[in-house]
């Protein structure tokens, strides 16, 4: 069965720091990933899509970028951190060409201070 | 552009009673929609995907209707249970792309 993993659960930033949070998904191949935010109160917003190694569009135009190194890895960074960034990040994946629907890791929550 | 709306208030609801949540859309025609569960600090969860030719979907206590006519969802829960309080998130297609836009979801609480 496949998993989708996310760390750190939770991490307390300064302003100004880089950020790297990492997601990894099992048991599948070629997934789509996908970062999205929520903000507290709000919906998800999609952040970053990948259909393949190196291959990731930016939905918004942001203080973020991504990564894709491997088939079932995927990273979001950030060089310097603002405040507007903290909020809850979800990875979440699905199969391409064969599922619409979307299965979601446990999430980070970060606060940047 | 694209908008989803769901009730931002809370529905609270006895339980036995059947919980019915509303997603409304404008300015599109999705090819598909679909609803996800979310617990508070957790990642959400999909439930149900309905097609635009489809009418209704059920799965267990769970049915979704889709008018694309009205460009609205209804999600219902039957015999509601205080586990099933969560936020509820519907989600419509991007442009037929396996992109989503999810609306902010709406709290339901069941109560004893």
């Known amino acids: 069965s496949q998993t989708i993993h996310q760390w750190p659960a939770t991490l307390v930033q300064p302003v100004g720091s880089p950020l790297s949070l990492e997601c990894t998904v099992e048991g599948t191949s070629n997934p789509n990933l996908y970062w999205y935010r929520q903000a507290a109160g709000r919906g998800l917003q999609l952040l970053f899509y990948s259909i393949g190694i190196d291959q990731i569009s930016s939905e918004v135009p942001q203080n973020l970028s991504a990564s894709r190194p491997q088939d079932r890895q995927f990273i979001l960074s950030s060089k310097k951190l603002l405040l507007s960034d903290s909020g809850f990040y979800l990875c979440?994946?699905?199969?391409?060409?064969?599922?619409?629907?979307?299965?979601f890791g446990p999430g980070t929550r970060l606060t940047v201070t | 552009s694209q908008k989803i709306e769901q009730n931002s208030e809370a529905l609270n609801i006895q339980e036995g009673k059947t919980a019915t949540l509303t997603c409304n859309y404008t300015n599109y025609s999705p090819a598909y929609l679909q609803w996800y569960r979310q617990d508070p600090g957790r990642g959400p969860v999909f439930l149900l995907l309905?097609?635009?030719?489809?009418k209704e979907k059920r799965k267990e206590r769970l049915k979704v209707t889709f008018d694309t006519t009205l460009k609205q969802s209804l999600f219902h829960i039957t015999a509601s249970q205080p586990a099933d309080s969560a936020t509820y998130l519907c989600?419509?297609?991007?442009?037929?792309?396996?992109?989503?836009?999810f609306g902010t979801g709406t709290r339901l609480q069941v109560f004893p």
């Open positions: 989600a419509l297609d991007n442009y037929n792309t396996d992109k989503l836009i």
């Open positions: 309905i097609r635009e030719n489809e």
């Open positions: 979440a994946w699905n199969q391409a060409g064969l599922t619409y629907e979307q299965y």
